[in-house]
């Protein structure tokens, strides 16, 4: 299994607030920053939020990230079918001297 | 434009050996980390390795150390990920993405991926 943890599956309708959550570990999210990615159906990885919070550009502002101690969590606001996506947390862990992804929440819009 | 371009979709048996490519352009290749990113069917990403081409300084997660190399050319802006014998359990879509700084860790481009089937 993966070294970061998220739920499986995310649910919401259309203008609903929904949250992601992403748990680790001291050496993983306890230490160093949290990314998220976004993946839709049959492409590559985007990337989402950086650096716990930050939004590259082009990404709008109804995405955003956050970080606590060993966990993080991402929320999309105004909730839209086009977010319909797989959504993976990575980090760099020091003990693996790797980055460690998420498995992934499939976030599905009904 | 920051643009990273991958080779095509390989079918190969197993015991082959395969060099897929990833090419840079739209900004210094020399100057930032290219990683390389795995996801087997139907699976979630997994993280396989980084080089930095200005030095060729190589880091490799530790369960694949041996199995793969990841190698670059600067004079064409090109990074390399390569097998000496597949096995089947290498059939997976390989992304290549850039590393936007040290301190982050955070993949900012990406590219279109290459499909790699091992079959006998």
């Known amino acids: 299994q993966s070294v970061l943890t998220q739920p499986p599956s995310a649910s919401g309708t259309p203008g609903q607030r929904v949250t992601i959550s992403c748990s680790g570990s001291?050496?993983?999210?306890?230490?160093?920053?949290v990314n998220w990615y976004q993946q839709l159906p049959g492409t590559a990885p985007k990337l989402l939020i950086y650096?716990?919070?930050h939004r590259p550009s082009g990404v709008p502002d109804r995405f955003s990230g956050s970080k606590s101690g060993t966990s993080a969590s991402l929320a999309i606001s105004g909730l839209q079918s086009d977010d319909e996506a797989d959504y993976y947390c990575?980090?760099?862990?020091?003990?693996?001297?790797?980055?460690?992804f998420g498995g992934g929440t499939h976030l599905t819009v009904l | 434009e920051v643009q990273l371009v991958q080779s095509g979709a390989e079918v190969k048996k197993p015991g082959q050996s395969l060099k897929i490519s990833c090419r840079g352009s739209g900004y210094s290749f020399t100057n930032y980390w290219i990683g390389w990113v795995r996801q087997m069917p139907g699976k979630g990403l997994e993280w396989m390795g980084i080089?930095?081409?200005?030095?060729?300084?190589?880091r490799y997660r530790s369960s694949l150390q041996g199995q793969v190399t990841i190698s670059a050319d600067t004079s064409i802006s090109t990074a390399y990920l390569q097998w000496s014998s597949l096995q089947a359990s290498d059939t997976a879509m390989y992304y290549c993405?850039?590393?936007?700084?040290?301190?982050?860790?955070?993949?900012?481009?990406w590219g279109q991926g290459t499909l790699v089937t091992v079959s006998s």
């Open positions: 990575a980090a760099w862990d020091d003990s693996l001297n790797a980055a460690v």
């Open positions: 001291s050496s993983n999210i306890g230490s160093d920053p």
């Open positions: 650096s716990n919070n």
């Open positions: 993405a850039r590393l936007l700084n040290t301190v982050t860790n955070a993949l900012d481009y």
């Open positions: 080089i930095y081409p200005g030095d060729s300084d190589t």
